[in-house]
Structure formats: C-alpha cells, structure tokens
C-alpha cells in the first residue's frame, strides 16, 4: 500500500483557507484527513477542542516542544500553534492523506521534515480585497488588524517560493485545482 501524502494548507489570514479546507475534507474522493493542531489560544465560539485544534495550556505546549512532538511551531498574533507529529506519520503510514493548515512559516520546515508533500498557497484576489476581510472579522480590534495586515504583506511577497498558487476568487475552482494535483499524485504514487 501506498503512503499517504501530505497537502499543505498556507496562506495569509483571512483568505479563506477554512472554506477550502472544509470542502476538500468533505471531499471522499481525496481521502483527506485534518491533521489538527496544538494551540494556547483560546477557543473561539462554534469551535470544538480535539477537532478544530487541541487547546492547550502554555505548560503542555512547551512540554510537546521539549519532547519534540511537533513537526514544527509558531508564534502567531501573540499564541503559540504548533504541528504533532505523531497523527500525521499514524495516518500516512494508514495510506490516509492528510491536510495541514499552517501560516506561512510553517510550510519550511514540513518541506524539510516531509519533502515529499504537496505545499498549496492561497492568495486572495487582491490585497485590497483581503484587507476589506480582515477589516470586517476583526473590526473590533484595530491592533489585531494591523498585524494580520502586515504579516498578509510578507506572506503574500513570498507566496512565489511555493509551487502551487492557487487563487481564491472562486472556492469551488481553488479545490478543483487542487484536488486535480493531489490526485494526479495519488495515482502516480499508486503505479509506483
Ligand atoms: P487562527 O487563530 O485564525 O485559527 O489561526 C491563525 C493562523 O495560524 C492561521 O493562518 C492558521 O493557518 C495558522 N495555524 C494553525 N495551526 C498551525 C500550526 O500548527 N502551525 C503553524 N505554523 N500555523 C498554524
């Protein structure tokens, strides 16, 4: 049996990887599974611990690092998110695919740890677009707009490293980009 392989979710904040995310999830055809996160932020409303992320406490975030459970981590608008190891090699070894959301700095070191994996970068249409979205889901916040701003600004300059951008005008057509080179993989890695 083949490996499953590993997809990369990046992008910058509010570019609507969650709506990608989600309909490649319910997708059969690409047996994809999330792999879920460790983070000390706190939950937000509709969220469910052990499915959206594993919410920590600071204590056991640093203790997964110590013990180097994490593929990699992150600090992020002031909390710490981090990928565990451990479900991803249990699901690929299974033949699964996975799903890895991660901010931009994240994709480095899973391409070194897994550099067979897939990276997807998710652009929005333009910047103007993004930051009218971050205005409208942070608005209370200025502070917190302002990062995301400026974190969008970098991780969109570097958004060329990645092999695969995809375009998030229209969700539908980002999954279908994406599903058609996951695919492609799959057979290739099955007629190996
Ligand atoms: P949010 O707080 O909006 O759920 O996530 C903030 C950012 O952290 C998003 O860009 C999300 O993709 C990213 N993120 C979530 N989990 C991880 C992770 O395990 N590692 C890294 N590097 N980024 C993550």
């Given amino acids: 049996m083949a ?8 992008g ?24 879920i996160s460790e983070t000390t932020r706190p939950m937000k409303e509709g969220e469910v611990d052990g499915k959206d992320y594993y919410f920590v406490s600071h204590k056991q975030f ?3 690092v110590k013990n180097k459970e994490l593929l990699e981590y992150t600090e992020f608008n002031g909390y710490y998110y ?8 249990f699901l690929v070894n299974k033949g699964k695919n996975v799903l890895i959301e991660v901010e931009a700095q994240g994709v480095g070191p899973i391409k070194l740890n897994i550099p067979e994996s897939i990276a997807f970068f998710v652009m929005p249409t333009s910047f103007e677009e993004l930051e009218r979205q971050i205005h409208e889901i942070y608005k209370d ?11 969008a600004k970098m991780e969109m300059e570097i958004a ?5 951008i995809v375009y998030n005008d229209d969700v539908d057509k980002a999954c279908a980009q994406i599903k058609e080179i ?10 190996e």
């Fill in 3 to 10: 490996k499953g392989i590993v997809v990369i979710l990046s």
């Fill in 12 to 35: 910058a904040s509010s570019v609507g990887k969650g709506s990608i995310r989600e309909k490649l999830l319910a997708d059969k055809d690409m047996n994809l599974f999330f792999s």
């Fill in 62 to 64: 640093a203790d997964s």
């Fill in 82 to 89: 981090g990928t565990p190891k451990a479900q991803i090699d």
């Fill in 141 to 151: 916040d200025e502070a917190s707009v302002q990062r995301r701003l400026n974190k």
């Fill in 160 to 164: 060329p490293l990645f092999n695969n």
């Fill in 182 to 191: 996951v695919m492609k993989e799959m057979e290739k890695r099955n007629d």
